[in-house]
């Protein structure tokens, strides 16, 4: 499989902000078999105060979710956070024609679920890993 580390490869930490609960799961499955290490967030308040403690290397966040914070809010708070400032943070919504205000707010990559599921592993292939302190 193309997604899969190598041996010895730091585990690539991957936060998934998404409040659809079936989408969440199979994604992390996906994930999971991959050989990458996932935590999922339900709301966006929750993946902020996630990503904080979890320092992912790359974040995957649904546009569109419930409560007060939306995907945009999300990116914009970690693009701001100079802990989180290095980690990959990818759009995975199915709402079209955002993708300006979606790199605006702090998105490096914007993608279609579930259209673009082969680019999204791509990316996270290709993540770099981020220091990790001792």
């Given amino acids: 499989m193309w997604g899969r580390q190598m041996p010895g490869e730091a585990q690539l ?45 790359v974040v995957i966040c649904d546009l569109n979710l419930a409560g007060s914070v939306d995907g945009l809010a999300v990116a914009a708070a970690l693009r701001s956070d100079a802990t989180l400032k290095g980690a990959r943070r990818i759009a995975f919504t199915a709402h079209p024609g955002l993708d300006r205000v979606a790199r605006h707010a702090g998105f490096d990559e914007y993608l279609m679920k579930p259209r673009d599921l082969r680019r999204l592993l791509t990316l996270i292939r290709d993540a770099p890993r981020l220091p990790r302190g001792s």
């Fill in 13 to 57: 930490r991957i936060l998934l902000v998404e409040d659809d609960a079936d989408t969440a799961d199979a994604l992390r499955q996906l994930l999971r078999g991959q050989g990458y290490l996932v935590e999922i967030a339900a709301s966006g308040l929750e993946g902020i105060a996630l990503a904080r403690r979890f320092a992912p290397d």
